[in-house]
């Protein structure tokens, strides 16, 4: 199987920024697109953002644009996300996932982390 491990959560204030990492684990990603979803508590799970392993193309959610960066080393089969301007609606439990396509569909991703608590106060 695959293993994904979330990493970098913790509290911050209104405006901070955080970095998450999530390393990927048990084979080869070869062309699979890493998204970053979100869920707070008594919400859906949220789309924040993909990137894609064939062509580096990043893709968010309006609500994280020019805010959040997904960015990914291959090499060490690692997907990171940047958050600044971070605000207290940013607070959730942050997941990495694995699809063999771009997409901002849930049910797409195959494979997902455990998640990492983010949590912005105001």
């Known amino acids: 199987q695959v293993q994904l491990v979330e990493s970098g959560g913790g509290l911050v204030q209104a405006g901070g920024s955080l970095r998450l990492s999530c390393a990927a684990s048990g084979r080869t990603f070869s062309n699979y697109a890493m998204g970053w979803f979100r869920q707070a508590p008594g919400k859906e799970r949220e789309f924040v953002g993909t990137?894609?392993?064939?062509?580096?193309?990043?893709y968010y959610a309006d609500s994280v644009k020019g805010r959040f960066t997904i960015s990914r080393d291959n090499a060490k089969n690692m997907v990171y996300l940047q958050m600044n301007s971070l605000k207290p609606e940013d607070t959730a439990v942050y997941y990495c996932a694995a699809a063999q396509a771009d997409s901002n569909n849930d049910a797409d991703y195959r494979y997902w982390g455990q998640g990492t608590q983010v949590t912005v106060s105001a």
């Open positions: 990137i894609t392993w064939s062509g580096g193309s990043a």
